[in-house]
């Protein structure tokens, strides 16, 4: 099981990657095609716009995973342990709950905007909803799974909440 959430997490680096190469290709090129040609292409931007609400939104679920979204750890620390694991839950409580939120307004939207198309590129507008919808469903598992974690697989907080590859990459 945790080979097949490896597996799906590098899927969803590798995507992160092609939609930041694909953002960068396409503005730079945009870039050039107006100053010295004074044209470019108008679905470039869209497209452009497109792959940066992916990336956003897909690295948003890695950092989650990786516990790099913003979480102020210096009052969870310095509580009992029973304290800890109090708030944390009402901490991944709240994510749930925000996040149940933005899935179904997301899915609202999506079709709200089933029919709508993209002026220049003719892509359908709920593929940018979805990026959300995926994000909502992605973030509430995760923090349900950190939810199981603490109180059935016996997890501390501090394994909870410190970055997974921590110490990979250190500066001295």
Known sequence: MNRLLNALFK?????????????????????????????????????????????????????????????????????PSTAQKLLYTLIQVLIIWLMTALTAGSYGLMLQNYHNKWVATGLPVWLVYLAGFIMGISILLLAAGNIFKLWIMKHTVKDLITPQDEGASTLE
């Open 11 to 79: 899927g969803i680096e590798v995507l992160i990657s092609i939609a930041l190469a694909v953002m960068i290709l396409l503005v730079f090129t945009n870039v050039i095609l107006r100053f010295i040609f004074d044209t470019g292409f108008a679905w470039s931007e869209e497209v452009a716009r497109i792959c940066f609400i992916y990336l956003v939104y897909l690295g948003s679920i890695e950092a989650m995973r990786d516990n790099r979204h913003l979480l102020i750890d210096s009052v969870i620390i310095r509580l």
